[in-house]
């Protein structure tokens, strides 16, 4: 019985605190007044910057490219691993970052799709080469050219990935 009013009382005591800090009021964070980009109010939001075509070749051919130098050979350092996978998020990455550029005219759907796809497919070798996996980092790093090869088909861009042919 002495149980029971001990539970019996910790658990009024309980509810009261919670009554008391549910009748505080809660404190508002403000914002930084005065804080201006260009003379707009600060509310950041995504906005593409570099052209597409120098995302395509900076960043995913550039790092595909050393992908497939990388896992020509069953890489034996875990510095070159994780290189890899470095490299694979990047390339997710930049997937990223082609959302934020669809066509201005058809295929918006398309693009995205791609651009999505992109991504999985970068972190899917991501994946692979933090696991220290080789088959699956080449057969990830396939999938992740064929990603490439269906968009430029898509959109009649002349340049097909072969990340192995070096």
Request: aromatic residues 6%.
């Amino acid at each position: 019985m002495a149980r029971v009013r001990y539970w019996a009382a910790v658990g009024l005591a309980g509810a009261a605190c919670l009554c008391v800090s549910a009748a505080q009021p809660v404190a508002q964070t403000k914002q930084p007044a005065g804080v201006t980009i260009q003379g707009k109010a600060a509310t950041p939001t995504p906005e593409p910057v570099a052209e597409t075509k120098l995302l395509m070749n900076g960043l995913a051919a550039a790092n595909l490219r050393g992908l497939g130098r990388t896992l020509r050979d069953k890489p034996t350092e875990a510095e070159a691993w994780a290189f890899a996978r470095g490299q694979a998020l990047l390339i997710a990455e930049s997937g990223n970052l082609l959302m934020l550029r669809p066509p201005k005219t058809n295929g918006r759907d398309d693009w995205l799709g791609y651009s999505g796809d992109l991504r999985d497919a970068g972190d899917k070798l991501a994946r692979a080469a933090a696991a220290k996996d080789y088959a699956k980092a080449r057969a990830g790093l396939a999938a992740l050219a064929n990603v490439c090869n269906r968009c430029h088909q898509t959109f009649q861009v002349a340049t097909r990935v072969d990340p192995f042919a070096e």
